[in-house]
């Protein structure tokens, strides 16, 4: 069994010969691997872990983003942001939103700069389809409300969703747009070989969705069907990322089309793996769930293996499983967990 014949068992919820595996982890923490395995290439790593997955990118070929005298820079849709840095790495926050100051769509015409979809090299994923013929691969960062908040803050769009419908309409159109042009064109390089669409909208906090069923289905259920529909329209697989407290938007999530959900953060309020399971686990894949806040950054080698135990154990029976963290592995993780996480001799 080659690992996307694994991943595909999984999904059709048949036990595979072993729970697939799937690893996303901040630059820091490929930093960590590469010094263990005296590598810089990330395919060794990927391979010494066996891991059955990959993701494809495309690569940004358009002008170059402006950067200021203070060091900061332009972001998707013209939002400045700077690198933040910890005692740990570095991340990216928003310093102006390129919309907040928006009242009406026509304002947003004004201030929002959004990059030609054209603009991309689609060729590397042809390429990467190619290199990885025996790998489950999954590409895409399709967003009907994440990119929005990279541009507004979400309090004024949580507002707008209450009190100005027609702006927040507007913005959310402008990038689900945008985005079914750079998904048609990212799946087309792929040739029918991609095997999942990922959908990437954080809807929820860590204790309940961010807005009522109602309003989450007036303002995303058609924009969801579209990236289905383009999803399936080259034979991929619908893979939601959605952080937090998801458990009250789930029955809507599978009615819409969505096959795998990802991260499962069972630190979060109804997100219990077990209850998960027996609800749901005929309907949905999980992907993700081993604990990044508090086992594997704070946690004994011992701890992460018998966490990962667990998972595999509730979420994996009869398939519908896919190992991985339920965020992208952190640099506060260290590289001993991230190897017990991956110790499949052990399961």
């Given at each position: 069994m080659n690992c996307r014949e694994r991943v595909l068992f999984a999904l059709n919820h048949v036990q595979p010969d072993r729970v697939p595996t799937d690893l996303?982890?901040?630059?820091?923490?490929?930093?960590?691997?590469?010094k263990y395995f005296k590598t810089t290439d990330q395919e060794v790593i990927m391979n010494a872990l066996e891991i059955d997955c990959r993701w494809l990118w495309t690569r940004f070929s358009g002008p170059a983003p402006r950067i200021y005298p203070d060091g900061s820079y332009?972001?998707?849709?013209?939002?400045?942001?700077?690198?933040?840095?910890?005692?740990?790495?570095?991340?990216?926050?928003?310093?102006?939103?390129?919309?907040?100051?928006?009242?009406?769509?026509?304002?947003?015409?004004?201030?929002?700069?959004?990059?030609?979809?054209?603009?991309?090299?689609?060729?590397?994923?042809?390429?990467?389809?190619?290199?990885?013929?025996?790998?489950?691969?999954?590409?895409?960062c399709a967003s009907m409300?994440?990119?929005?908040?990279?541009?507004?803050s979400m309090e004024n769009i949580l507002v707008d969703m209450a009190l100005n419908s027609e702006l927040a309409h507007d913005l959310f159109k402008r990038s689900v747009d945008w985005h079914?042009?750079?998904?048609?064109?990212?799946?087309?390089?792929?040739?029918g070989r991609i095997d999942a669409l990922q959908i990437a909208d954080d809807f929820s906090t860590q204790l309940?969705?961010?807005?009522?069923?109602?309003?989450?289905?007036?303002?995303?259920?058609?924009?969801?069907?579209?990236?289905?529909?383009?999803?399936?329209?080259?034979?991929?697989?619908?893979?939601?990322?959605?952080?937090?407290?998801?458990?009250k938007l789930i029955p809507d999530l599978v009615d819409w089309g969505v096959e795998i959900l990802d991260p499962i953060q069972t630190t979060a309020a109804d997100m219990d793996p077990q209850n998960l399971k027996i609800q749901f686990g005929q309907k949905l894949t999980f992907h993700g769930a081993?604990?990044?806040?508090?086992?594997?950054?704070?946690?004994?080698?011992?701890?992460?293996?018998?966490s990962a135990r667990e998972l595999v154990k509730i979420l994996g029976k009869d398939g519908g499983y896919i190992l991985s963290a339920c965020h992208n592995i952190q640099a506060d993780v260290p590289v001993e967990n991230v190897l017990a996480l991956y110790e499949l001799r052990n399961r």
């Open positions: 996303q982890a901040v630059s820091e923490v490929w930093g960590k691997l590469g332009e972001g998707w849709g013209g939002s400045i942001l700077r690198k933040v840095c910890n005692q740990f790495g570095s991340y990216e926050e928003v310093v102006k939103y390129a919309v907040d100051e928006a009242e009406t769509p026509g304002d947003i015409d004004q201030l929002l700069r959004m990059p030609d979809p054209d603009d991309y090299d689609y060729s590397s994923v042809t390429e990467m389809c190619k290199s990885y013929n025996d790998y489950f691969l999954l590409a895409g409300f994440y990119f929005p908040t990279l541009v507004r079914l042009a750079y998904h048609e064109r990212l799946l087309a390089a792929g040739k309940a969705p961010l807005m009522s069923g109602d309003m989450f289905r007036t303002y995303f259920r058609e924009p969801f069907k579209k990236f289905v529909d383009l999803g399936k329209s080259y034979g991929a697989k619908i893979y939601l990322h959605c952080c937090g407290s998801v458990y081993a604990n990044t806040q508090s086992i594997l950054p704070c946690g004994t080698p011992d701890d992460v293996r018998n």
